[in-house]
């Protein structure tokens, strides 16, 4: 045993500090610059906070939302910065606008503090209020409150569960679209425990963000304050919403059971029912909506209507910039998908080719027919288009091989300086990312909003040959579509500011 006496705790404590503190004028300036941030940052966010509070305003920075965020999301957010401004945007721009929006009365908004700062630099005005009340002239002393519309999902599987997650957020967001019931098919005494613990709990996508308490009386599940009424029926048309207080619902019917015109016109024979999308390629004559790209046909007497698929929504508004700039001849498109509920977990009985074979084990290849649903969407790719897909043992994020013969030659870097520019300042910012890494791998992609994201170091051109690898997260960035669409027929998109005017080299 050593005859040395014990050190004090607080001295190796305050010796270890001092090890610490001790470093290389260039060292010294990184630790005070961050400090610094730390302190904007720190400021940033009880202003955040209030604008959400008591005006209703979501704030983002170049589409990054401040949402529950920390000091440090914050200081994440203005270094992405870099790929829309090339530099980092410094939290002294966006510091004085959030400063000055607090103190103005603003109605409901998305405002993108980022956009602000940079456009209020690049303007050379000198009264930044003046500015603002000008930029964001729609809002300012209005009042432009969402009106509240019902939504019920009809399901609660994989996709059910997340656009339950994503609603009630926005809700929380905006307003506007609420969700106010999820019908099932009873399957025990505590089937709604079971519901509420998958809501709660996901292998994927993680912990639900908040809080979920099971009212059993009831039958209601609340989460984050949100009542969701469980409602056990057997078939689409039996259910009175109204008896739930429901009215002028929409029906989101993510069971895929139905997919024509028929079979989903069952929901609307329930009292309280207007309208039904479905989470599956439609049938028939029922349009297939991809937001972003043919959501302007929605039509008031459109009472059903599909959301089309995930890896439709993934590829048509990668398609649609490439075909709009440099015509497409023809392609084909291989999907590597993630498996699906639909396969078997051990060799069984399947009515489908191969896909009775283990999921986890193999790579299943099978048929697609997001190839020929792009022509639904955009009906200039009638007849262009193949496709085939292969299933792969991992439970999420899937990724499109585009491959495609052109009119217009083009090479490599100009068609990735092209899509990353239009995954920045275009009408489809939020349907196309873009992304350039060496190190990018599929669980990289997880959650994200987007419907697909260009992975820019894989792409290949040579002369009009063109292929492209699009990743996306066929269930969260699906059901990110499939809200914005629900959002579009219930009539409460929150609108953007400020209002962006795409680059001529983009239209």
């Not at 704030?59 to 980092?88: N, P, W």
């Not at 292998?203 to 209601?220: L, M, Q, R």
């Not at 009424?229 to 919403?241: E, G, H, K, L, V």
Request: overall charge negative; hydrophobic content about 40%; glycine content about 8%.
């Amino acid at each position: 045993m050593s005859c040395t006496p014990k050190a004090n705790v607080s001295q190796l404590f305050n010796y270890r500090m001092k090890r610490m503190t001790v470093s290389t004028p260039t060292n010294t300036t990184h630790q005070q610059d961050w400090n610094h941030k730390l302190t904007l940052a720190q400021e940033m966010l009880p202003l955040i906070s209030q604008l959400h509070r008591e005006n209703n305003v979501v704030t983002s920075i170049f589409g990054r939302l401040l949402v529950g965020v920390t000091d440090i999301d914050i200081i994440k957010a203005h270094r992405y910065a870099r790929r829309i401004v090339e530099k980092e945007l410094p939290l002294e721009d966006t510091l004085p606008v959030l400063r000055e929006l607090v103190q103005m009365n603003l109605g409901t908004a998305s405002i993108d503090l980022g956009r602000l700062a940079s456009d209020y630099k690049k303007s050379g005005a000198s009264d930044l209020r003046a500015y603002l009340n000008e930029a964001l002239a729609d809002v300012v002393d209005t009042d432009s409150e969402l009106e509240p519309r019902d939504v019920v999902l009809y399901g609660f599987g994989r996709i059910g569960r997340l656009l339950a997650r994503i609603l009630i957020a926005r809700e929380a967001m905006y307003g506007g679209a609420r969700l106010r019931a999820v019908v099932v098919r009873k399957k025990g005494d505590d089937d709604i425990v079971k519901r509420a613990s998958l809501l709660r709990r996901d292998s994927v996508h993680g912990p639900f963000d908040g809080t979920i308490t099971v009212d059993h009386e009831k039958e209601v599940i609340w989460a984050n304050g949100t009542p969701i009424q469980m409602i056990y029926a057997n078939d689409p048309a039996s259910i009175d919403y109204t008896e739930y207080g429901i009215n002028d619902a929409i029906v989101v019917d993510n069971t895929g059971v139905w997919r024509d015109e028929a079979g989903l016109s069952q929901h609307l024979k329930s009292k309280g029912v207007s309208r039904v999308l479905l989470t599956a390629p439609g049938k028939g004559d029922i349009k297939n909506i991809v937001y972003g790209i043919n959501h302007a046909d929605i039509a008031d007497g459109d009472q059903i209507l599909s959301a089309a698929s995930c890896t439709t929504n993934g590829i048509t508004p990668v398609l649609k910039v490439i075909n709009d700039r440099y015509g497409v001849v023809h392609g084909h498109v291989e999907t590597v998908h993630s498996y699906t509920n639909d396969q078997n977990l051990a060799d069984n009985f399947h009515k489908g080719d191969r896909r009775g074979r283990a999921a986890g084990l193999n790579m299943v290849l099978t048929e697609t027919g997001a190839a020929k649903a792009v022509s639904k969407a955009l009906p200039e790719f009638e007849g262009k288009l193949t496709g085939n897909a292969i299933r792969v043992p991992t439970p999420d994020v899937s990724m499109a091989v585009l491959n495609l013969e052109l009119e217009t030659e083009t090479t490599k870097d100009e068609v990735n300086n092209f899509l990353r520019k239009v995954s920045t300042d275009s009408n489809l910012r939020q349907q196309i990312d873009y992304i350039q890494s060496p190190e990018v791998v599929s669980t990289d992609l997880l959650g994200t909003t987007h419907a697909g994201v260009v992975d820019g170091l894989a792409t290949i051109s040579a002369g009009k040959h063109l292929v492209l690898y699009v990743w996306y997260d066929n269930e969260y960035g699906y059901s990110h579509q499939v809200v914005r669409v629900v959002e579009e027929i219930a009539g409460v998109r929150p609108r953007i500011y400020p209002a962006r005017t795409v680059p001529e080299d983009l239209k």
